[in-house]
């Protein structure tokens, strides 16, 4: 029998080294089929296998597999979500085909059609914000009108909030019209576009595996229109009561869906009304959420899934309760990133987990409302809440940055240090 084998269809710039990390520490051989393996960075770096091959064509999929089992006991077959989600589907039939432990492709599908997906949960009785969809500029107003404004406009496909946008006028909602149905956003190229009641109230996000809710964390925003996360604390500050009741609807969530396999993530906001259902993604959360569940709970979600992927005994018993937060460290301008710093400073504060830098000195910033905006991100954690805020802070003081504006009427406008663009308002991946 050969060497054991865990396929990953796709990588994740976040939580793709994470999970060969985990695969590793299990003593399995992580193999990587790609599209394009180059634009994953850490398979280069830890001389992961990799496999160019079209991740969009299931026939050359399991062709691949096939040829792989002809080395390698295939244990298991995961992947990441692209922007249109569509992987995750790819991944439970590719498991059906080889008799794999999978995800239903189908419950799957649903979830990836963002209307679908809410018509199937308000069907069953699941609060969500009112909705409708259309496909053309006087569809998506008359939509509007029925709601009424503010709305949030978003394609039916895709994730990491990309065209993603709060209308609060007839202006703001005939330009983001016209840029969906130009297809300018990633995950925009369906005619459709959901027009959806803006839930206002603290946003959570809750972390699911299999049939458990293992963790509850407060998400929140950047300032409007758009939907970036700036902030994560688990656990979330929650009554009894109040985490019952998401731990209920969330489940609820699932049993509409016909999901309960493996690691999912649904995203709410609590309301006046209570608790409503934003979304549910039907995989793990990107990163900085698995690494503030495993410091809040010592529960490793990545390892945990990976275990069930290869048919392997999890173990999701909660080892610690501590307070864990990430502040996500976002530009507040566009131009050409000319230095960043303070982050080993920050790194050195008691309490400072983990001070992580997404971009490079003469990098081009070009802020697109979605998760492409992230340069970074801080993690902390201690027993307290407050110990953990503290510390929290004390590093994203430390770090700074200056950003040269792009040249504007043949001028280029320099600018001092930026401001430490982190600060909370009130999420992605």
């Known amino acids: 029998m050969g060497r054991r084998a865990l396929i990953m269809i796709e990588g994740h710039r976040r939580n793709g080294l994470l999970f060969v990390q985990a695969a590793k520490r299990l003593g399995l051989h992580p193999i990587t089929l790609?599209?394009?393996?180059?634009?994953?960075?850490?398979?280069?770096?830890?001389?992961?296998?990799?496999?160019?091959?079209?991740?969009?064509?299931?026939?050359?999929?399991?062709?691949?597999?096939?040829?792989?089992?002809?080395?390698?006991?295939?244990?298991?077959?995961?992947?990441?979500?692209?922007?249109?989600?569509?992987?995750?589907?790819?991944?439970?039939?590719?498991?059906?085909?080889?008799?794999?432990?999978?995800?239903?492709?189908?419950?799957?599908?649903?979830?990836?059609?963002?209307?679908?997906?809410?018509?199937?949960?308000?069907?069953?009785?699941?609060?969500?914000?009112?909705?409708?969809?259309a496909a053309t500029t006087r569809g998506v107003q008359d939509a509007a009108a029925e709601i009424g404004l503010p709305v949030v406009l978003k394609p039916t496909a895709g994730n990491g909030s990309s065209g993603v946008r709060l209308c609060r006028n007839v202006d703001e909602l005939a330009e983001h019209t016209t840029d969906l149905l130009r297809g300018k956003h990633i995950g925009s190229s369906s005619?459709?576009?959901?027009?959806?009641?803006?839930?206002?109230?603290?946003?959570?996000?809750v972390e699911v595996m299999g049939?458990?809710?293992?963790?509850?964390?407060?998400?929140?925003?950047?300032?409007?229109?758009?939907?970036?996360?700036?902030?994560?604390?688990?656990?979330?500050?929650?009554?009894?009561?109040?985490?019952?009741?998401?731990?209920?609807?969330?489940?609820?969530?699932?049993?509409?869906?016909?999901?309960?396999?493996?690691?999912?993530?649904?995203?709410?906001?609590?309301?006046?009304?209570?608790?409503?259902?934003?979304?549910?993604?039907?995989?793990?959360?990107g990163s900085p959420i698995p690494q503030l569940v495993q410091l809040a709970y010592g529960v490793d979600l990545i390892t945990e899934h990976i275990k069930l992927v290869i048919a392997g005994e999890w173990n999701l018993r909660r080892r610690h309760s501590h307070n864990a937060a990430a502040r996500?460290?976002?530009?507040?301008?566009?131009?050409?990133?000319?230095?960043?710093?303070?982050?080993?400073?920050?790194?050195?504060?008691?309490?400072?987990?983990?001070?992580?830098?997404?971009?490079?000195p003469k990098t081009p910033i070009v802020r697109k409302g979605d998760y492409r905006d992230k340069i970074g991100h801080v993690i902390a954690a201690s027993p307290s809440r407050a110990r953990t805020q503290a510390?929290?802070?004390?590093?994203?003081?430390?770090?700074?940055w200056s950003i040269t504006s792009f040249p504007t009427m043949g001028k280029q406008e320099l600018s001092g240090p930026s401001p430490r663009c982190c600060t909370s308002a009130g999420e992605p991946q």
């Open 34 to 133: 790609s599209v394009d393996p180059t634009q994953y960075d850490y398979l280069a770096a830890d001389g992961i296998e990799t496999i160019h091959v079209d991740t969009g064509n299931v026939d050359a999929l399991i062709c691949e597999c096939t040829r792989l089992r002809a080395t390698y006991d295939i244990a298991g077959i995961t992947g990441f979500a692209d922007f249109d989600e569509s992987v995750n589907a790819t991944v439970g039939k590719l498991c059906r085909h080889f008799n794999l432990p999978g995800p239903n492709p189908g419950s799957i599908e649903h979830c990836c059609d963002k209307f679908a997906q809410r018509k199937i949960i308000a069907d069953a009785g699941v609060p969500i914000p009112a909705f409708r969809v």
């Open 191 to 205: 005619p459709e576009i959901l027009v959806e009641e803006f839930a206002q109230g603290p946003h959570y996000s």
């Open 211 to 285: 049939n458990d809710v293992i963790a509850i964390g407060a998400a929140e925003f950047g300032p409007p229109p758009h939907f970036v996360c700036r902030e994560y604390t688990y656990p979330a500050p929650l009554t009894h009561e109040e985490n019952q009741r998401i731990v209920d609807l969330s489940l609820s969530c699932l049993r509409a869906l016909d999901l309960g396999w493996g690691a999912m993530n649904i995203d709410l906001r609590w309301t006046k009304r209570g608790p409503v259902v934003i979304e549910v993604n039907p995989r793990l959360a």
């Open 328 to 360: 996500i460290l976002v530009s507040d301008r566009d131009g050409t990133l000319d230095w960043i710093g303070g982050g080993s400073q920050a790194a050195a504060v008691p309490g400072v987990v983990e001070v992580k830098l997404y971009v490079q």
């Open 391 to 400: 510390a929290l802070q004390r590093a994203v003081d430390l770090i700074r």
